[in-house]
C-alpha cells in the first residue's frame, strides 16, 4: 500500500533516530520532530473529518501546504506584471513607490495589450500645457446648502474601524490632515481614531445608522445632530449599497463588539447588531430625498448626498423624478463599482451582483445630466481607481473626484495577501490583532499616505496639462478614447452613448434610457408600468 509509505518510513526514521540518540545527544532532536511526524500521521488515520488525511497520512499535508502557499507563489513567481487580480504587480508597484516617495516610471514600453479592446486611451493636445495647480479642489454644495466643501480630487474612500484596525485609521486620518482631503469613515461610525489625525471626515451612514442608532434599530435625529456637529466631519454619505456586496445586510457578533467598537457605533458592548439589507428611514425615492433635506437641516447645512453601487436602472432614474418633483437636491452622489470592497463578501455578490464603475459612472452622468441636474449635483467615483490615467478617465466621463479605498491600502503597506476576513492580515492593516497592528507605525505610514495621495494628483495634473486643459474639471469625454474593436476606436461620447443636457426632459423616448425612464416613479422604488410612470 504506497499511500502508507510515508507513515512507515517516518516510523522507521523515528526508531532509528530513537535508538541514535543513545549514541549521542545530537539526535535528540530529530528524534523528536520524527516523533511529532508519527503522531500526526496516526492521527490522519484516525481522524473523521478528511478523507485524504485517512488515505494519504502526511502524504495529503503536502497539499494543505501547497494550498496556503498558492496565493504567495503566483504571485511572486508566475504571474507577469499585468496578471494579477484583483490588482496586478505593476499597479500596487505603482502606489508603493508613490507612497515612499520614490520615482515611479517605467522602462521599455507599455505591457499592455493595447491593440486588443477594451483598451483606453487619452487624446493629448499639440498645445499641451504645464498647469500651476498642484492642488485641484471641487466645490460640494447644492443651491441652498449653507456649509458648501472645498473637496480634493483624490481621498479616501470608506473604511470602518474594526474592519480595519486603530493604527490604520489612524494613519490614514493623519495622512488626510497632511495633505488636505477627505478620509471618509465607513458605516461603522465615527471612532475616536478617525478624529485622532484631525483631518476632514465625511460620515458615512449606511443601514445600520451607526452613530445615530436608537436603541431599536432605527434613526435617532437628536443623536444624529449631536455627532455631525463635529467640526471635523465636512459631509454626510448616505450608503444606499456598496460594490462589495449591494443590496446585503451584515451581522455584527457580540463577541466583536469590543468596548472601542461600541463606542464608535453607538451600540451596547457584547451585543450582536444587525444591520438590514435596506434603510429604515425611508421607503420611497421621495422619501429619501427627504431624509436628504433633513440630515442637512441637522447638520447645520452640511453637504448631504448618498453612495450606491448601481443595480436597477429605474431605481437611479426614479431618484432623479423625486428631486426634480420636491425641488430638493442632494449635494454628491458617489458611484462604487462592483469591483471595489476591501472586506470579506460572498463570492457571488463579488463577482456577480451590481454594476461595475465604468458602467454605474455612465448610468449615473446620464441620469443627471438628462434631468439638467449635474451643475448641481457632483459625481464621485469609486471602485480599481489607482492611477492618473484611470482617474482622468472616470472624471472625463463625468466624475468630478475620485474616492480610493485600497490605494490607500496600499500605501499604508498592504501586500494583497487576501487575509482581510479573518483577522490575520500579516501587515497589521485589516486586522484588530494588537500584536498585528504593532508592525504598522503611525508616523511613517501617514506619511506614505499623505505622499500617494500627493504624488498620485500631481501626475494627474501632468496628464490633465497633456489633454490641453489646466483643471480635470475641463476634461470631456472626447478627451477619451475607446477600442470597440481591433480595428475601430471610438470617442467617449460615442462609444458610451452619452445623453445631451435635459435629454430626459425634453425628448426622453429618443434616448437609450428611455424604457427605464417610463418604468421610474418618484413615490416607489417599485416598478411602474410601462408608460405610466410621472
Not at 7 to 18: M, N, R
Not at 155 to 176: P, V
Not at 351 to 359: E, K, N, V
Given at each position: 500500500m504506497y499511500r502508507f509509505l510515508p507513515?512507515?518510513?517516518?516510523?522507521?526514521?523515528?526508531?532509528?533516530?530513537?535508538w541514535l540518540a543513545f549514541l549521542s545527544p545530537w539526535f535528540i532532536i530529530a528524534a523528536v520532530i520524527f516523533a511529532g511526524l508519527t503522531l500526526l500521521g496516526f492521527y490522519d488515520l484516525v481522524q473523521t473529518h478528511h478523507t485524504l488525511w485517512r488515505n494519504y497520512p502526511i502524504l495529503a499535508r503536502i497539499r494543505w501546504i501547497a494550498e496556503e502557499l498558492r496565493p504567495f507563489l503566483r504571485s511572486y513567481i508566475v504571474e507577469s506584471e499585468t496578471e494579477g487580480r484583483p490588482f496586478n504587480h505593476e499597479e500596487r508597484t505603482m502606489v508603493y513607490r508613490r507612497a515612499k516617495n520614490v520615482s515611479s516610471v517605467e522602462p521599455f514600453g507599455s505591457q499592455l495589450d493595447i491593440d486588443k479592446p477594451p483598451y483606453e486611451w487619452l487624446s493629448h493636445s499639440i498645445v499641451a500645457r504645464h498647469p500651476q495647480d498642484t492642488d485641484p479642489r471641487v466645490t460640494v454644495g447644492a443651491p441652498g446648502t449653507a456649509k458648501?466643501?472645498?473637496?480634493?480630487?483624490?481621498?479616501?474612500?470608506?473604511?470602518?474601524?474594526?474592519?480595519?484596525?486603530?493604527?490604520?485609521?489612524?494613519?490614514?486620518?493623519?495622512?488626510?490632515a497632511m495633505g488636505g482631503f477627505y478620509h471618509d469613515t465607513g458605516e461603522g461610525g465615527v471612532s475616536k481614531y478617525h478624529r485622532a489625525g484631525g483631518g476632514d471626515l465625511v460620515w458615512e451612514l449606511g443601514s445600520g445608522y451607526f452613530g445615530c442608532r436608537a436603541q431599536d434599530g432605527s434613526f435617532d435625529p437628536d443623536r444624529f445632530r449631536d455627532v455631525a456637529a463635529n467640526d471635523q466631519i465636512k459631509m454626510i454619505e448616505i450608503k444606499l449599497s456598496q460594490g462589495a456586496k449591494p443590496g446585503h445586510g451584515g451581522v455584527l457578533p457580540g463577541t466583536k463588539v469590543t468596548p472601542e467598537i461600541a463606542e464608535a457605533r453607538g451600540i451596547p458592548v457584547g451585543q450582536t447588531c444587525f444591520s438590514p439589507p435596506a434603510h429604515t428611514a425611508f421607503s420611497t425615492p421621495n422619501g429619501l430625498i427627504e431624509w436628504v433635506a433633513q440630515l442637512r437641516e441637522l447638520s447645520g447645512g452640511k453637504p448631504v448626498g448618498m453612495k450606491l453601487c448601481v443595480g436597477n436602472r429605474w431605481e437611479v432614474l426614479a431618484i432623479c423624478k423625486a428631486i426634480l418633483g420636491t425641488g430638493i437636491k442632494p449635494d454628491f452622489i458617489v458611484v462604487d463599482g462592483a469591483e471595489g470592497g476591501t472586506g470579506a463578501a460572498p463570492a457571488e455578490f463579488m463577482?456577480?451582483?451590481?454594476?461595475?464603475?465604468?458602467?454605474g459612472l455612465i448610468l449615473v452622468r446620464n441620469a443627471l445630466v438628462g434631468c439638467g441636474l449635474k451643475d448641481d449635483i457632483r459625481i464621485a467615483a469609486s471602485g480599481k481607481q489607482l492611477s492618473a490615467f484611470s482617474m482622468a478617465a472616470s472624471m472625463a466621463l463625468g466624475a468630478d473626484w475620485i474616492n480610493t479605498a485600497r490605494g490607500f491600502m496600499f500605501s499604508l503597506g498592504c501586500i494583497q495577501s487576501l487575509n482581510c476576513h479573518n483577522n490575520l492580515c500579516?501587515?497589521?492593516?485589516?486586522?484588530?490583532?494588537?500584536?498585528?497592528?504593532?508592525?504598522?507605525v503611525i508616523p511613517d505610514k501617514a506619511a506614505r499616505v499623505y505622499n500617494f495621495q500627493r504624488n498620485t494628483v500631481r501626475a494627474l495634473m501632468e496628464v490633465v496639462g497633456a489633454a490641453g486643459c489646466d483643471h480635470p474639471g475641463e476634461l470631456t469625454p472626447r478627451h477619451i478614447m475607446h477600442r470597440v474593436t481591433e480595428d475601430i476606436a471610438e470617442p467617449g461620447h460615442h462609444a458610451y452613448k452619452l445623453l445631451k443636457p435635459g435629454a430626459l426632459l425634453q425628448e426622453p423616448s429618443d434616448t437609450v434610457l428611455s424604457r427605464e425612464w417610463a418604468l421610474a416613479q418618484a413615490d416607489s422604488f417599485e416598478r411602474a408600468e410601462e408608460g405610466t410612470g410621472p
Open positions: 507513515l512507515a518510513a517516518v516510523l522507521l526514521l523515528t526508531a532509528g533516530f530513537v458648501p466643501y472645498s473637496a480634493s480630487v483624490l481621498n479616501i474612500s470608506a473604511m470602518s474601524f474594526g474592519s480595519l484596525g486603530s493604527h490604520a485609521i489612524e494613519a490614514l486620518s493623519r495622512g488626510a463577482d456577480h451582483i451590481g454594476a461595475p464603475l465604468r458602467q500579516p501587515t497589521g492593516i485589516a486586522t484588530t490583532d494588537k500584536s498585528r497592528q504593532r508592525g504598522l
